[in-house]
């Protein structure tokens, strides 16, 4: 009788759950309203799940703002193929309050991730075209002669770019992690991670880290296990990634479909555009910026180490304004950490740089 019993809510727990599945991918793809307190849509609020052409596919955006008069701020998500959009209603949606947020699921990446997808399209000047049309379209869209750029990580080094090159499209360029020389990067990283073990006696990372060199680094399938090192030593992203697939799973934006388009994504990471991804160094090739920049770093942060974002800030020629905000408590991802003070220093962007 026992036994039966235990097969039968078993059974039921797996018919749950395939409910819930097909409730998800039926049911997904949209994006909720902005209410007030009584509940009633905020009518000067924005709310929109869309398609946009970009470059030569469909790319999938979020928008959502509580006023549409607000400036408009555009998120890059890192990676690449690391999408925001199904997290950030969880630690950022304060953001809404003041600007009308754009959270872009870029080529390759979350509701951008077809089946049939080219990686060989995954080059940085393809995402820079791409983030370019983007921004035109929602000045055009919205009547605004510039908007925000903020960019995370990977894309902090898409967004210094596209910062470089267009500075007239934006009122102010926020690098939350800004990933400054990956190969020095590698090196901080390293000696860290060898100290870290060691005062833990962990000798099996003692011994991997041994026989991991930094020049086996620059293949891309021994990195991805140096960056899972930094993670799991607490250098790496704030959030375990199980809690971050709780949260992600409670997002209406995404199908079920979306969830393994955005794994496929997460995996591939920079894997077909490595070689220039390593290359490609802001510290190098950015070393003037005619806007005002604000880089927001986390001191505990080694995928992208504060030391370095200190270095590229002092080097950095921004006559127009440049601040280095440091989370003591963060490493890589300050929005997730310290969610409170990250929405508090984007008002003081605003106040500093909007000129309305």
Same mark, same amino acid.
Request: aromatic share 8%.
């Given at each position: 009788m026992l036994f039966a019993k235990k097969i039968t809510f078993i059974y039921l727990c797996i018919c749950l759950f395939c409910l819930i599945i097909i409730f998800?991918?039926?049911?997904?793809g949209y994006t909720q309203p902005i209410k007030d307190e009584k509940g009633d849509i905020i009518q000067e609020s924005i709310t929109s799940l869309e398609k946009v052409m970009l470059g030569d596919m469909e790319q999938w955006i979020l928008i959502r703002g509580k006023d549409i008069k607000n400036p408009i701020l555009l998120w890059l998500h890192g990676g690449p193929g690391a999408a925001q959009m199904p997290i950030s209603y969880y630690f950022n949606s304060s953001l809404e309050e003041t600007f009308t947020v754009v959270h872009w699921d870029q080529r /390759?990446? @979350?509701? !951008?991730?077809?089946?049939?997808?080219?990686?060989?399209?995954?080059?940085?000047?393809?995402f820079i075209c791409d983030a370019h049309q983007l921004t035109k379209y929602l000045q055009t869209r919205f009547g605004k002669e510039k908007i925000y750029?903020? /960019? %995370?990580s990977w894309g902090a080094k898409l967004g210094i770019l596209l910062a470089e090159e267009y500075p007239e499209d934006y009122y102010a360029y926020i690098a939350v992690s800004?990933?400054?020389?990956?190969?020095?990067?590698?090196?901080?990283?390293? @000696?860290?991670?060898?100290?870290?073990a060691e005062d833990k006696k962990n000798k099996k990372d003692?011994?991997?880290?041994?026989?991991?060199?930094? !020049?086996?680094?620059?293949? %891309?399938?021994?990195y991805v296990v140096f960056a899972g090192l930094v993670d799991r030593y607490g250098g790496g992203m704030d959030i375990g990634m199980g809690k971050l697939a709780t949260i992600a799973l409670r997002a209406?934006?995404?199908?079920?479909?979306?969830?393994?388009?955005?794994?496929? /994504?997460?995996?591939r /990471?920079?894997?077909?555009m490595w070689e220039q991804y390593i290359d490609t160094n802001p510290i190098e090739r950015v070393t003037a910026l005619s806007l005002p920049i604000y880089f927001f770093s986390g001191r505990k942060d080694y995928n992208t180490p504060f030391e370095l974002v200190g270095q590229y800030y002092i080097k950095l020629n921004a006559p127009v304004g440049k601040q280095l905000v440091v989370f003591e408590e963060s490493a890589h991802a300050p929005f997730m950490a310290e969610p409170e003070k990250f929405y508090q220093e984007m008002l003081r962007v605003k106040e500093e740089t909007y000129p309305y």
């Open positions: 998800k991918e039926i049911a997904g /390759g990446a @979350g509701k !951008s991730n077809p089946g049939d997808f080219d990686e060989e399209t995954m080059r940085i000047e393809q750029l903020l /960019g %995370h800004q990933p400054v020389d990956t190969k020095m990067s590698n090196e901080v990283a390293y @000696g860290w991670l060898k100290e870290q003692i011994v991997l880290l041994n026989e991991l060199e930094l !020049s086996q680094l620059e293949d %891309h399938k021994n209406p934006e995404y199908r079920l479909s979306d969830y393994i388009r955005w794994i496929r /994504g997460a995996s /990471g920079s894997g077909p």
